[in-house]
C-alpha cells in the first residue's frame, strides 16, 4: 500500500484547520483539561478510522450496499469537503454554530464536535472503507491502521501547537493551507468516484 491513503486522510481530517475551533472551545481550559481534551481528540479520531477500516465493509453488506456505489458515493463527499476546503472551511465543518454549542453541551467537546464532525466526518469515514476494501493483505490492512495513528499522532502535535500555530500562520495562512489540501483533495475525489463508475458501468473503461 502506497502514501497515497495517508495524503488523502491527513487533507481531509487537516487538523490544521481545526486549530482556531480547538483554541474557542477550550479558551476557558486548564493546561490539564487541554492536555486531556488533546489526547481524547486524537485517540478518538483513531479510533473512528480503526472501526472504518475494520468494519465498513461489514456494514456496506448489512445494508445490502456495493461498494462501488459507496466509492461514488464517497467520492461525492470528499468532493464536497474538498470544495469547502477552497473557500477556506474545514472539511468536515457541516455543522452551524448553534449545533455545535448544543453538542458541546451535550459531550466533551474532544469528542463533539472536534472528532466529530470537525475531524473525522462521513469523508473521513467513507474513505478508509474505500481504502480497506484495496488492502488485500494483512499487513497492508495494518498499514492503513498505521496510518490512522500517524493522523492521531499529527492531530495531537497541531493541537499541542495549537497557539504558537495560530500566532505563526495567522488567518491567512491556515486559509492558504486550508484551501492547497482542498485542491490535492478535489483530485483524489475524481480519482475515487471514477475507479467506482468504472464498476457500475464497465463500459467507460473502455
Excluded: W
Excluded at 487538523?15 to 480547538?22: D, K, M, S, T
Excluded at 487541554?34 to 453488506?61: K, Y
Excluded at 456495493?66 to 467520492?75: D, K, P, R, T
Aim: aromatic share 6%; charged share 10%; glycine share 6%.
Amino acid at each position: 500500500m502506497d502514501l497515497k491513503p495517508l495524503v488523502t486522510l491527513l487533507a481531509i481530517v487537516n487538523p490544521l484547520a481545526i486549530v482556531p475551533f480547538f483554541i474557542h472551545y477550550t479558551q476557558e481550559f486548564t493546561d490539564e483539561q487541554r492536555r486531556r481534551t488533546i489526547l481524547i481528540a486524537s485517540f478518538s479520531s483513531f479510533v473512528v478510522i480503526a472501526i472504518s477500516a475494520l468494519m465498513g465493509l461489514q456494514i456496506l453488506e448489512f445494508f445490502g450496499i456495493s461498494l462501488a456505489s459507496f466509492q461514488v458515493g464517497g467520492g461525492m463527499l470528499l468532493m464536497t469537503s474538498a470544495l469547502a476546503m477552497l473557500n477556506a472551511q474545514p472539511a468536515e465543518a457541516k455543522s452551524n454554530e448553534e449545533e455545535m454549542q448544543d453538542a458541546s453541551a451535550r459531550a466533551s467537546i474532544a469528542v463533539v464536535p472536534l472528532t466529530i464532525p470537525l475531524l473525522t466526518g462521513p469523508a473521513t469515514m467513507s474513505t478508509v472503507v474505500i481504502y480497506a476494501d484495496k488492502a488485500k493483505t494483512v499487513l497492508q490492512l495494518t498499514t492503513l491502521l498505521g496510518y490512522g495513528v500517524v493522523v492521531a499522532l499529527v492531530t495531537a502535535l497541531c493541537f499541542s501547537l495549537a497557539q504558537p500555530i495560530a500566532r505563526g500562520l495567522g488567518k491567512t495562512g491556515i486559509n492558504v493551507m486550508t484551501r492547497l489540501m482542498g485542491l490535492i483533495l478535489a483530485a483524489l475525489s475524481v480519482e475515487v468516484m471514477s475507479v467506482g463508475l468504472m464498476k457500475l458501468f464497465p463500459i467507460l473503461g473502455k
